[in-house]
């Protein structure tokens, strides 16, 4: 079936220093690819999303990229802040599977930034 | 501001007690996503509802938990009877048919059971 991986955590990180979080998937159809962000002690909200190959997702200075050629959507930000401190999760929907369209999640990456 | 309400944020029980958990989606919205988010587990997706029918169930555990959708505006997921091994963040969420991956969670609700 179809699945997320994503690079363990946490990953801590220096205010203003580059963030990327690996995220590859395997999918039979062609999915649209998501990440979503979780604060400590909220819920999950969408961040950004991609819909097709090469497809560029951004949101609050968070980019990633649909890369089918190597199943990939890593998350990059160019200079991240201590208020970025969150867990990050990966996450698949395959708009084809008829009544199991539904979210397939990585395990989330914890992203801890130090003033 | 829509967002999704859930009910209630915090519960302290002993074991065996009944346990019921209360979301109100997003007025519109018609697909309704109960979670489970543990630190060994990470997130685990419970029941599925699509304009209040369940389609997915098959993450919960039948012999005591059960989720429904009385109406659109309120879905329930119970507990009966309540297990240490139970305790856990569980998240409401509810989006769009067309756009399954777009959701919106509510704040949760974190379960202890004793």
């Known amino acids: 079936g179809d699945s997320v991986t994503q690079m363990e955590g946490p990953v801590t990180l220096s205010e203003e220093a580059f963030l990327t979080i690996n995220c590859t998937y395997t999918a039979t159809g062609y999915p649209s690819l998501f990440w979503y962000v979780q604060y400590p002690g909220e819920g999950l909200q969408l961040l950004l999303k991609?819909?097709?190959a090469d497809d560029k997702g951004s949101n609050k200075g968070f980019e990633a990229t649909y890369r089918k050629e190597t199943t990939s959507f890593h998350l990059e930000k160019g200079s991240v802040q201590v208020s970025d401190s969150a867990v990050y999760f990966c996450a698949l929907c395959d708009y084809n599977a008829g009544n199991n369209r539904k979210l397939i999640w990585g395990l989330g990456t914890s992203l801890a930034v130090n003033p | 501001d829509a967002r999704v309400t859930q009910t209630p944020r915090h519960k302290v029980t002993e074991m065996g007690q009944e346990v019921t958990m209360r979301c109100q989606p997003i007025l519109g919205h018609n697909t309704v996503f109960w979670y489970r988010q543990t630190m060994m587990q990470g997130l685990e997706l419970l029941a599925y509802?699509?304009?209040?029918?369940?389609?997915?169930d098959s993450g919960m555990p039948k012999d005591r938990f059960s989720a429904e959708m009385p109406d659109a505006t309120l879905a329930t997921l119970k507990i009966q009877p309540s297990e240490p091994r139970d305790s856990a963040v569980y998240f409401c969420?509810?989006?769009?048919?067309?756009?399954?991956?777009?959701?919106?969670f509510g704040e949760g609700s974190r379960l202890t059971v004793l």
């Open positions: 991609a819909t097709k």
């Open positions: 969420a509810s989006g769009l048919g067309q756009n399954t991956g777009e959701l919106f």
């Open positions: 509802f699509r304009n209040r029918a369940p389609l997915d």
